[in-house]
């Protein structure tokens, strides 16, 4: 039997639903009382520089690189759901199971260190951009306008920023832990059973929608 193949190996209904560990809310609410901090006080440099500086925008993206981090399974949910479950269909050695999870452990702090790099080039990108525009256009209203647009332009720059990074620094780490590199692909294979049932239920609920609408 494919050992990959989720959908004819394991029966995913039958795995508890995932859950992020305490801690991670804690990291969480820690960034936004950073990012708080760190606009409060970038404020008494005036407001100009509030909003090109590291007042407006760095405090967002920090906060999101925080909720990013709370978002996924905890640590504790893999030890003691995901690889259970997994124990009751094949036996993975013990030390499998260990790097398992400290591919997990060092993937999430990748993923801060990510958000923070990223964070970092979008603020330089910001503050350089704005400024230039800025001096520029003077307060022209429409211009200035255009410039607060941009200012959510940078996040999505942000965004694809991170990606890049955590997807890199995930490949790298994928190279190192090569000898789990099953359970990672079965982790894979999870996500997306549990992505697509999302997805299928989703379409399920509008269209059952539609049809009391219909009637």
Known sequence: MDSLDGRSEYD???????????????????????????????????????????????????SGTGLFYALP?????????????????????????????????????TALIGGYLATAISQIVWYEGASFALAIIGQNSALVELVFYAFFAMIVFFLIIMTFLIDLFDYILKLIFS???????????????????KKDDKEKNTKDDENEKSE
């Open 12 to 62: 995913w209904s039958k795995l508890k639903p995932s859950e992020p560990d305490n801690y991670q809310d804690y990291v969480f609410f820690a960034h936004i009382i950073v990012s708080v901090i760190i606009s409060v006080l970038s404020f008494s440099e005036g407001l100009f520089l509030w909003g090109v500086g590291t007042g407006a925008l760095t405090p967002i993206l920090l």
């Open 73 to 109: 399974a905890g640590i504790n949910w893999y030890r003691d759901e995901f690889i259970p479950f997994l124990n009751r269909t094949q036996m993975i050695p013990e030390f499998e199971t260990d790097g398992f999870l400290k591919y997990k452990r060092i993937s999430r702090l």
């Open 179 to 197: 000898d789990v590199r099953y359970l990672i692909e079965i982790e894979g294979k999870m996500k997306e059973h549990f992505n697509k049932k």
